[in-house]
Each structure stands twice: as C-alpha cells, then as structure tokens.
C-alpha cells in the first residue's frame, strides 16, 4: 500500500520542550513538505526538500527544523522557540517533474497541543 | 507577493444544485492552478490541476476553469450531493515553482 503516514496523529507537549513529528513515503517522491495549519487558515508552509540532505524554509520557518537523510523520511522538529506550536501539522510528498508541477500528496495529519 | 484568495469561508446549498466556488490571486500569473478537497481532521487531497492554457477541466461533476485576464479560478461540483460536504482549496504553485501556496478554503455544505 503506498502513501505517506505521519505519527503520532495526537501529541501533548509541555511549555519548553523540543518535539519532532515523523513523516514518511513509500511512494518513491522525491519532494516533501510540511505545512501548520491553524483554525480558519489555509495551509502554511514551515519547510519543504526537494532533494535528500538538502531543504529550503518556508514562509514560516522560525521555531522550527527538519532534516532529510533519507528519501523517504522527512522529520520535523518543533522546538521550544516556536511561539504557538499548538496547531494541525500536515506532511506532504511530491514528484518533480519538468514543466509540470505535480499533485501534492498528504499525510493524516498531526495534531499537537502545548499543555 | 503572491497572494490568493477564496472569497467565501462557507457555502450552503441544496442537494441537487450547482455549487460554484471562486479562487482569486493577485501579483502573479502562475503556470496552473490545483484544488484540494479536505474533510475534518484528516489531510487535504488533490481534485484537480489546470494549466493556464487550459480554459476549463473537467472530472466526473467536477469543473474547474481559469481565467488568467481575471486572475480567478471557479470551481463548480454539479448535481451536489451531502458526500460533497467538505473544505475545499485551491493552491497555485509559487513563482519559483519550487512549493503551493494555498488558499484559505471554502467550506461548503450541501443539506438533503
């Protein structure tokens, strides 16, 4: 069964703490990204990696980090810096292709909450 | 910077009616124009994509078309059905081409 899964689907943090979301594809893309959405907004992207050991921030960066060791995983961390973290965290994987920009293909979802 | 907006947070309608929502952006005439569909607490998924050399696309009741003179995308469902019931989104690729920038979306809710 290919596709993107993201865990946990629910996380508590306390005030303070680091926290990373996995997200993961089997779908052999070579782009992924994460996005924060908040109640009433649109998506909004934090990070995005078009190739592994290689990303690119977001138009919402601060507060947080990624990494991509592997073409398949795609981790993001929360860190204590991040103002509001409480939010709606979704991961997505993409192809790249020439002249073309492909479907966008989304995990569940994360939703953290900062206690 | 680009800027894109769905112009109604919410949309009642009828079963059996034409649901039209409208994507407008500003700034930029991007390369083509996607919508997602996205129900409570789960992730968006793709509907459609159209090329800025296409006028309109259809899929199943699904109609999309793009008015780059207008800078807008309408998106129509017809013959709407309560299954219909969701947030939609429209996304245009930025101007680098490198991620989407998505529109705050329309919730729409069709009532039997």
């Known amino acids: 069964d290919g596709g993107i899964t993201q865990s946990p689907k629910y996380l508590f943090r306390k005030e303070g703490q680091n926290v990373t979301l996995s997200c993961e594809q089997n779908l052999n893309h070579d782009a992924m990204y994460w996005y924060r959405q908040d109640p009433g907004q649109g998506l909004r992207l934090i990070y995005y990696?078009?190739?592994?050991?290689?990303?690119q921030k977001g138009d919402i960066a601060e507060g947080y980090s990624v990494s991509r060791e592997k073409k398949e995983s795609f981790p993001l961390t929360v860190t204590s810096a991040q103002k509001n973290p409480t939010a709606f965290y979704l991961c997505?994987?993409?192809?790249?292709?020439?002249?073309?920009?492909?479907?966008?293909?989304f995990g569940p979802g994360t939703r953290l909450t900062v206690l | 910077s680009q800027k894109i907006e769905q112009n109604s947070e919410a949309l009642n309608i009828q079963e059996g009616k034409t649901a039209t929502l409208t994507c407008n952006y500003t700034?930029?005439?991007?390369?083509?124009l996607q919508w997602y569909r996205q129900d409570p607490g789960r992730g968006p998924v793709f509907l459609l994509l159209i090329r800025e050399n296409e006028k309109e696309k259809r899929k199943e009741r699904l109609k999309v078309t793009f008015d780059t003179t207008l800078k807008q995308s309408l998106f129509h469902i017809t013959a709407s059905q309560p299954a219909d019931s969701a947030t939609y989104l429209c996304?245009?690729?930025?101007?680098?081409?490198?991620?989407?920038?998505f529109g705050k979306g329309t919730t729409l809710s069709v009532s039997s």
């Open positions: 700034n930029y005439s991007p390369a083509y």
């Open positions: 990696s078009q190739i592994v050991n290689d990303f």
């Open positions: 997505a994987s993409s192809k790249l292709g020439r002249d073309t920009y492909n479907e966008q293909f």
């Open positions: 996304a245009l690729v930025n101007q680098a081409g490198t991620a989407l920038i």
